[in-house]
Every structure is written in structure tokens, then in C-alpha cells.
T-cell receptor, first 113, second 112 residues
Framework: NAGVTQTPKFQVLKTGQSMTLQCAQDMNHNSMYWYRQDPGMGLRLIYYSASEGTTDKGEVPNGYNVSRLNKREFSLRLESAAPSQTSVYFC????WGGGQPQHFGDGTRLSIL | TQLLEQSPQFLSIQEGENLTVYCNSSSVFSSLQWYRQEPGEGPVLLVTVVTGGEVKKLKRLTFQFGDARKDSSLHITAAQPGDTGLYLCAGARRNQGGKLIFGQGTELSVKP
């Protein structure tokens, strides 16, 4: 049982380049999330998808876009990468409803030069 | 503005010592979760507390939810090097679906 799978695991970009981070879950969860983790900041929500076909902004959405491709897959796109977007990005999924535990992937470590 | 304040942010102790991590807010949460994260991995859920005043134990770890559901604590008895990691609290609020608000995290190092 893979759980939540994120690709790639590492990526280095130049300022202005674009890329898409992929996330897939095999737990039949309705809700999916993208976070960024920076030292001393905990996890900050970028975008989330409560269910297939819906997406909403989180705390720090600027510079990002998302696509909920189907129930399994939720991608995060950086259209024009900036050094401030250097971070570790985590995808998570959960069942429907408040207080459900979130299951996380192992992260994508992204450096923007 | 950090809605959930965790303290301390860093903690380095010797094996066998006890420690407490605090998670405080001025907001009420419908439930609160604690996660543990190891280097190079995503956070993994340890426990969920739902009722004000609730206490849950997981081996040497004791979790408590404040009576007013605004704060929580994690107490570790006789810490072991295997307890080393980043501990994160996360609160769920009513009518927010599955969204969680995370604290900044407490980085714990237990030296043998």
C-alpha cells in the first residue's frame, strides 16, 4: 500500500522556470492538500481540494496553481519560479469531514536559484 | 499570525529525561492532532484528541487537550533516542472541512 506518492523527490530550478509537482493517493480519500514547509514555520497550506472537481486557496496561494485531475491525483504548478518558493512541498490526503487524520507523502525538495 | 503557538521550538535532552511540549491558541478547536516527522519523510499522525480535558496515552507519550479546547500538551516520559524528531500539533476548526492549522513544530533531540 503506497499511500501518498509525490514526484519528483528533488528538483533544482532557475528563476522564471516552470514545473509541476505530482501527487497521487491510493486510499480513496476525497480531500487532498498541498503544503509548504519552511524552517520555523510549520506546515502552511497552499491549496486544497475538498473533493474531486473542487479546489480552494489556502494560506499562501500566490505564485501557485493546482489541478485536481481525478480522485487520485492532485498536482501543484509553479508558473514562474522565484527564490522565495524554495521549500519542501508536501502533499496530503484525508477522508471527508473535519478532524480526519491527514496522510502525507515524503515531500519534494525544491531549490530555486 | 500563527494561530497555534508551539513551545519550545527546540529541545535537546539526555536519554531518560522527561519533557513537555505545549501547543497554545486563543481559538477553539473541534479537535487537535499531534504528528511526528522524521528527516526526509512526511508527518505521521500520533493521536487525535476531541473532547475538552481528554487525556490519551501512547506508550511513554501522554497527550492532553485543554478543558476549553484551546490548547494541548505532549508529555514524554523517559525519552529515548528513537523519540528524536519534529513534533507538530494541528488543530481542526468547525465548518472548515478537513483543513488543519499547524503549529511551528518542536524539534526534539534525545542524546544517548
Amino acid at each position: 500500500n503506497a499511500g501518498v506518492t509525490q514526484t519528483p523527490k528533488f528538483q533544482v530550478l532557475k528563476t522564471g522556470q516552470s514545473m509541476t509537482l505530482q501527487c497521487a493517493q491510493d486510499m480513496n480519500h476525497n480531500s487532498m492538500y498541498w503544503y509548504r514547509q519552511d524552517p520555523g514555520m510549520g506546515l502552511r497550506l497552499i491549496y486544497y481540494s475538498a473533493s474531486e472537481g473542487t479546489t480552494d486557496k489556502g494560506e499562501v496561494p500566490n505564485g501557485y496553481n493546482v489541478s485536481r485531475l481525478n480522485k487520485r491525483e492532485f498536482s501543484l504548478r509553479l508558473e514562474s519560479a522565484a527564490p522565495s518558493q524554495t521549500s519542501v512541498y508536501f502533499c496530503a490526503s484525508s477522508g471527508w469531514g473535519g478532524g480526519q487524520p491527514q496522510h502525507f507523502g515524503d515531500g519534494t525538495r525544491l531549490s530555486i536559484l | 499570525t500563527q494561530l497555534l503557538e508551539q513551545s519550545p521550538q527546540f529541545l535537546s535532552i539526555q536519554e531518560g529525561e522527561n519533557l513537555t511540549v505545549y501547543c497554545n491558541s486563543s481559538s477553539v478547536f473541534s479537535s487537535l492532532q499531534w504528528y511526528r516527522q522524521e528527516p526526509g519523510e512526511g508527518p505521521v499522525l500520533l493521536v487525535t484528541v476531541v473532547t475538552g480535558g481528554e487525556v490519551k496515552k501512547l506508550k511513554r507519550l501522554t497527550f492532553q487537550f485543554g478543558d476549553a479546547r484551546k490548547d494541548s500538551s505532549l508529555h514524554i516520559t523517559a525519552a529515548q533516542p528513537g523519540d528524536t524528531g519534529l513534533y507538530l500539533c494541528a488543530g481542526a476548526r468547525r465548518n472548515q472541512g478537513g483543513k488543519l492549522i499547524f503549529g511551528q513544530g518542536t524539534e526534539l533531540s534525545v542524546k544517548p
